[in-house]
C-alpha cells in the first residue's frame, strides 16, 4: 500500500497544472519549494489536511 497519493496544483507564475506527490503521513503542514515543471521557477507549497481533502497552497517564492 502506497503512503502517497498524486495531486495537482497551479502554478503561480505561468497557470500551469503540476503533479505533485502528497505524503499523507508526512506532508501536511509542511512546506516544500518545488520548481514548476514547465516554466522551472520556485514555487513555495504547502500541503494541508481540510474537511474535504487535501489542500494544496502554492504561492510565488518571492510572495
Known amino acids: 500500500m ?3 497519493r498524486a495531486e495537482r496544483f497551479e502554478c503561480p507564475y505561468c497557470m500551469t497544472i503540476n503533479d505533485i506527490e502528497v ?6 503542514n509542511q512546506q516544500q519549494i518545488v520548481d514548476c ?3 522551472c521557477s520556485p514555487i513555495e507549497v504547502t500541503v494541508y489536511d481540510s474537511e474535504f481533502g487535501i489542500k494544496i ?7
Open 2 to 4: 502506497s503512503l502517497s
Open 23 to 28: 505524503d499523507e503521513v508526512n506532508d501536511f
Open 37 to 39: 515543471q514547465i516554466c
Open 57 to 63: 497552497v502554492a504561492k510565488r517564492d518571492d510572495e
